[in-house]
């Protein structure tokens, strides 16, 4: 049984970093893809980075670049999200999700391609 638990998120101040986990369990898969997405209130769910896990490849949504930073454990059993210079409209609940599929992996920020989730955690930015 696929499990994804997610922590880190919290209060910070703008230009402030934080650091979320995503504890995944229970699916091997050559295709798997861990992306992490974020929905603020009333806005679309959104991808903002993901890590192809076969092969270690990242991609960013252009509104993280160079702020953003995706990452997993030595064990590869948990993927970081390092947030620095973290702007106001970071301000979202973060969610990590886990896709098993070829079709996962080619598409790895629509929401749909991805079954697995975690219950997600707040991170707010405000002064």
Known sequence: QVQLVESG??????GGSLRL???ASGFTSDYSVITWFR???GKEREGVSCMITRDGRTYYA??????FTISRANDKNTVYLQMNNLKPEDTAVYYCAA?????????PF?????????QGTQVTVSA
């Not at 998120?9 to 703008?14: A, D, E, I, R, Y």
């Not at 252009?62 to 702020?67: E, L, N, P, Q, Y």
């Not at 629509?110 to 975690?118: I, L, R, V």
Request: a neutral charge.
């Open 21 to 23: 986990s995503c504890a």
């Open 39 to 41: 929905q603020a209130p």
């Open 62 to 67: 252009d509104s993280v670049k160079g702020r």
């Open 110 to 118: 629509e929401a749909n391609q991805f079954p697995h989730w975690g």
């Open 99 to 107: 896709g098993l599929t070829i079709m996962a992996s080619m598409y």
């Open 9 to 14: 998120g919290g209060l910070v101040q703008p």
